[in-house]
């Protein structure tokens, strides 16, 4: 069995590993921590509160979900192995995984999309802290691993795919009602079939304060839902503060991206959010993605029209020329 125990470095890829020289030396602040008194909304996926909804997508750009039907030992199950994939060696991960299962260390271009240009060579400034595994959900049904342990983890993302897919729509149903949105299009404004799901192991770095998990974004999605275990490290931007998320067994973080900025005229936002390292525990979080149809074309009032794909190219070309995503500025009405 592989080593299980938190300095287990093997697994780690050789950038993460101490020491950590090729880091700049304290390149951020993180803030004096304050007494929070704020937590994210909370909506009821059984009884969805209307108003409360409605608010939250305002204001916040985020909620939790409770009553999401997920059973809690699929999320377990789910955790447990992708637990032990990253516990791995490196080059293991790397060996093993192909498509629709690939393992990226490091900064992913932060428009999660099928076949994203990962970056594997990333400058040590803006190395996220972080591997993971990105899958294209719609892939797995094709999946055929020799590896027990990923052959079983392809079921679990199979069926966790499927609920997520559930779920999302089921919100972006109560979002476009709210918007008075047409909801024969809804299959188009949201289509499952781009679903994918990215894994991430955050590691432990010996100096929290040198390194983002995950610096300071927002997602390109219609909707994200995370789901992440007990460690914590998840901030959202909220009127200029950030928020942490505590975490909580058993529910669910949604969040709103570019898309649906765009799709709701800006009365919905897209939320900055980033995530903390920690020097002695790693995290795992498993992340949703789901956009468009491909080719549909996106109308408001405040940005020219525009598809996921045009969305898509835009960021890429972006990050290969400005290096980072500029998102939706690129298409606002001037
Ligand atoms: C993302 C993201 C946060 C997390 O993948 O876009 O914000 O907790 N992830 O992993
Ligand atoms: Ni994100």
């Known amino acids: 069995?592989?080593?299980?125990?938190?300095?287990?470095?093997?697994?780690?890829?050789?950038?993460?590993?101490?020491?950590?020289?090729?880091?700049?030396?304290?390149f951020f602040d993180l803030e004096k921590p304050t007494k929070q008194t704020l937590d994210l909304p909370v909506i009821d996926l059984e009884c969805i509160d209307h108003d409360?909804?409605?608010?939250?997508?305002?204001?916040?750009?985020?909620?939790?979900?409770?009553n999401h039907g997920i059973p809690v030992t699929l999320l377990n199950q789910l955790h447990d192995h992708a637990k032990k994939l990253f516990f791995l060696s490196f080059e293991s991960k790397q060996a093993l995984f192909t498509n629709p299962i690939a393992y990226f260390w490091g900064t992913p271009a932060l428009t999660p999309s099928g076949g994203v240009a990962l970056q594997k060579g990333p400058q040590p400034?803006?190395?996220?802290?972080?591997?993971?595994?990105?899958?294209?959900?719609?892939?797995?049904?094709?999946?055929?691993?020799?590896?027990?342990?990923?052959?079983?983890f392809g079921l679990l993302l199979e069926e966790y795919g499927r609920h997520q897919s559930r779920v999302a729509t089921r919100i972006f149903e109560a979002m476009a009602e709210n918007l008075n949105m047409?909801?024969?299009?809804?299959?188009?404004?949201?289509?499952?079939?781009?679903?994918?799901?990215?894994v991430y192991r955050y590691p432990c770095c010996p100096e929290p304060n040198r390194a983002w998990g995950m610096d300071t974004h927002t997602d390109s999605s219609?909707?994200?839902?995370?789901?992440?275990?007990?460690?914590?490290?998840?901030?959202?931007?909220?009127?200029?503060?950030?928020?942490d998320v505590q975490p909580?067994?058993?529910?669910?973080?949604?969040?709103?991206?570019?898309?649906?900025q765009a799709m709701s005229d800006d009365k919905y936002k897209s939320?900055?959010?980033?995530?903390?390292?920690?020097?002695?525990?790693?995290?795992?979080?498993?992340?949703?993605?789901?956009?468009?149809?491909?080719?549909?074309?996106?109308?408001?009032s405040k940005y020219k029209p525009f598809t996921n794909a045009d969305f898509r190219a835009q960021t890429q070309q972006d990050l290969r020329t400005v290096g980072f995503k500029v998102g939706l500025d690129r298409f606002k009405l001037t």
Not at 52 to 66: I, N, P, T
């Open 125 to 152: 400034q803006h190395v996220n802290w972080m591997e993971g595994f990105n899958v294209l959900l719609r892939e797995l049904s094709h999946l055929q691993y020799d590896d027990p342990l990923l052959d079983s």
């Open 52 to 66: 409360r909804l409605s608010e939250a997508c305002k204001d916040w750009g985020v909620f939790r979900l409770v």
């Open 182 to 198: 047409c909801l024969k299009q809804s299959g188009s404004y949201l289509s499952p079939a781009t679903g994918l799901a990215r």
């Open 222 to 243: 219609v909707i994200s839902i995370l789901n992440q275990d007990k460690v914590g490290g998840l901030q959202f931007l909220k009127d200029d503060k950030w928020i």
């Open 271 to 300: 939320v900055k959010h980033r995530v903390k390292v920690n020097k002695h525990e790693a995290r795992i979080s498993i992340g949703y993605f789901v956009f468009p149809a491909e080719d549909f074309v996106i109308r408001s």
């Open 248 to 260: 909580i067994p058993n529910t669910l973080v949604i969040n709103l991206g570019d898309i649906m």
């Open 1 to 26: 069995m592989e080593n299980m125990s938190e300095s287990n470095f093997e697994s780690y890829p050789p950038f993460f590993r101490p020491p950590i020289a090729s880091l700049e030396e304290g």
